[in-house]
């Protein structure tokens, strides 16, 4: 079954969401505030029109649903209106209006069960302005309690004072959900090189952040020979190159330090602490640790510290499947891709909701950048396939 997709709607509504929160840098839009509202008013603003019920959950989420919808069943796609700080146009935006002209389709085609098709955009999936990533869809699943709506930003206001005052109310909702789709800009460079147009994710990678440190001891930059010095900063730099290495080691691991500090901090003085952070991911939990393990048995002088983690997330074969079959149908190439970043749609999988996504070739590779892209009519087959995907969803219970 191919529906036919309202192209021109995605074209206007698409720009319509990015005139709000753009900038020199970027687009800004963090999550509640006039950028953000004025962004969700634009897609309220078709959603109504075309007779959809358009509502807040109490965690700040957008829901856009028949007026008849049922209390579970939903066949769902979506994704999220807010930005890093001088982001590109692409990261969230895309899905929320992919995802609405796709049900949009749906709906006008009169296809069968059509009230159970939901749209949503996710509240503060970034996480950039109160340093909590996929607040809203963690907020639904349960991962956040009501203690993360006390998180603060810059200017030390609350999620509590900025957006909805008791968000754990939202717990539990993700249950009306029997399939979720996310349609995002491609985070990398490999659909390009293969000349395939969509990826077709498998999983979102397992992700961990660790702060280490190892101490030395302070001493004269000068008078210290060389032979029985204690530099922090010597072992901390053999053990960021071991992040590298071992890595490497372990296939389909990435290792990261991004962050580093020296103390004292004296440009004649040996350091005597050195510490940093370690963000590591593999495509499965145990190779994550594996790498985690290995750097802790190297390096017994450097204390690593557990900060967080998430699970891998896998997607569902059976909506992946339908993703392809889609595709195959009209001709768009698509692959499988795994996915080195978080995602809503990562956070339901993991609380079991039936989820998938599909990146769109990036020509570039480059995402939280203005730079972001991916060509309109790859967006448009994305679309398309969308909806196809989701008229086969749901014609099944
Ligand atoms: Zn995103």
Do not use: K
Request: hydrophobic fraction near 45%; charge should be negative; charged fraction near 20%.
């Amino acid at each position: 079954m191919t529906i036919a997709c309202d192209h021109d709607l995605f074209r206007r509504l698409f720009a319509a969401v990015n005139a709000h929160g753009r900038g020199e840098a970027g687009w800004t839009r963090p999550p509640w505030t006039d950028a953000l509202r004025a962004a969700e008013a634009e897609v309220i603003g078709v959603a109504e029109a075309a007779g959809l019920v358009c509502a807040h959950d109490p965690a700040g989420n957008l829901w856009m649903t028949d007026p008849a919808a049922p209390a579970d069943g939903l066949v769902a796609a979506g994704s999220h209106l807010d930005t890093v700080p001088a982001g590109g146009a692409f990261d969230g935006a895309q899905g929320v209006v992919s995802a609405l002209v796709a049900v949009l389709a749906l709906r006008a085609a009169g296809v069968p069960g059509a009230e159970r098709l939901a749209v949503i955009s996710f509240a503060d999936e970034e996480g950039s302005r109160f340093d909590t990533p996929c607040f809203g869809s963690r907020t639904l699943v349960g991962t956040f309690g009501d203690e993360v709506a006390d998180s603060r930003d810059a200017d030390g206001i609350s999620i509590r004072e900025a957006g909805p005052p008791r968000p754990v109310d939202a717990a539990g909702l993700h249950q009306r959900l029997a399939a979720y789709y996310e349609i995002h800009v491609e985070q990398g460079l490999a659909l390009e090189p293969a000349d395939v147009s969509l990826g077709i994710a498998t999983r979102l990678s397992a992700r961990g952040r660790w702060e280490w440190s190892v101490s030395g001891e302070a001493n004269h930059a000068g008078t210290t020979p060389m032979a029985g010095r204690r530099d922090a900063l010597v072992c901390a730099a053999a053990f960021v190159l071991a992040v590298q290495a071992e890595a490497e080691a372990h296939p389909g691991a990435v290792g990261t330090v991004g962050r580093i500090g020296v103390e004292p901090g004296g440009t004649n003085v040996v350091p005597s602490r050195a510490f940093g952070t370690l963000d590591c991911r593999a495509l499965d939990n145990a190779t994550r640790d594996a790498v985690v393990e290995a750097l802790r048995a190297g390096f017994p002088d450097v204390a690593v510290e557990h900060r967080s983690t998430d699970d891998a997330a896998v997607f569902d074969e059976g909506l992946r499947a339908g993703l392809f079959a889609a595709a195959t149908a009209r001709g768009v190439s698509a692959m499988d891709l795994a996915s080195y970043a978080g995602h809503d749609a990562g956070t339901l999988a993991l609380a079991g909701v039936p989820s998938v996504m599909v990146f769109t070739r990036s020509p570039n590779g480059i995402s939280h950048n203005p730079a972001e892209h991916s060509d309109e009519a790859v967006c448009l087959d994305a679309v398309d396939v969308l909806a196809d995907a989701m008229a086969e969803r749901l014609a099944r219970p």
